[in-house]
């Protein structure tokens, strides 16, 4: 039977050391947050991560703007937020609404307050095998939570289920940066299953339920569901098929309470790095 990757209890160790060096800081570190429009699943996130970082003692201003909001507007508030030096981190919560463009809101933002690291001279640094200013907070805390169950990546084979900009493609760069073979595949992706099976790793981000079943993972592998998604029943699940896949795998994450936590543990501590690096401290 697999062991568990416990996001809730590695976040929790992060972010309790986190809180500790927060409490001696003259100056608190500071994340804004722009929503836009009326999405309840955003609003639940943005409200998450403004309650997690009050409890660290992170300064947490949250924008909210009307779905009609001309693109100019935005784009000027992000320009505010640059210029404000009480801010150290900025995030733009997505999907925006159809008539804004993503792309020009996410590179307004000044890369050394790109808190999810969104920005094109981030991740081109990524990609270049560079650092960028911090990494993007989900391929972070997956990459964190193998790092604590000492789980290598150094000539691994890595597969990953999904090329998203948030989840699949930044991951897969940096897990080629610490030197594991890695494939992506994608809903294009022939014959999934053979290239599944071949993985010492797989991570699943696609945000399909019942994606991954037993017969798609070798026997004695690592298994990271990124997916959040809701059942028939409306419980949150993964893409993982858990109850068949655990009597498999060596290691698998639990959802929730695998790669979650470490997600917005990610976000708290970059946004606390970001305010470091400000500082220069
Ligand atoms: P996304 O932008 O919709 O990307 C999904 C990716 O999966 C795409 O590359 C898509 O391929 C691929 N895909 C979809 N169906 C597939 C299939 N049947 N076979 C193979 N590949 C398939 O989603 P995302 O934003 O990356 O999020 C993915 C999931 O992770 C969602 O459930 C989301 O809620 C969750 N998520 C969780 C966290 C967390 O902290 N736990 C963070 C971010 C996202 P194409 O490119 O060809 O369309």
Known sequence: MAKLLDGKIVS???LDNLADEILFL???P???????????????????KKKKALELGINSIVIEMPS??????????????????KVNGILVQLPLPKHINKDLVLEKICPTKDVDCF???????????NKPYVYPCTPKGII???????????GKNV????????????????MLNENATVTVCHSRTKKLSEITKQADILVSAAGKSGLIKKDMV??????????????????LCGDVDFEEVETIASYITPVPGGVGPMTICSLMVNTYDLFNLQNRI
């Open 12 to 14: 929790k160790e992060i």
């Open 26 to 28: 003259d100056k608190k």
């Open 30 to 48: 500071c994340l804004a947050v722009i929503i836009v429009g009326e999405d309840p699943a955003s609003k639940i996130y943005v409200n998450l």
């Open 68 to 85: 009609n909001i001309a693109p100019a507007q935005l784009l000027n508030k992000i320009d505010e937020l640059n210029k404000d030096e």
């Open 119 to 129: 920005h094109p001279y981030n991740i081109g640094k990524i990609a270049t095998g």
């Open 144 to 154: 964190r939570l193998l790092e604590y169950y000492d789980i290598k990546l150094e």
């Open 159 to 174: 597969v990953i289920v999904g090329r998203s900009n948030i989840v699949g493609r930044p991951l897969s760069q940096m």
């Open 218 to 235: 070798k026997e004695g592998a690592v298994v990271v569901d990124v997916g959040m998604n809701r059942n028939e029943n409306g419980k």
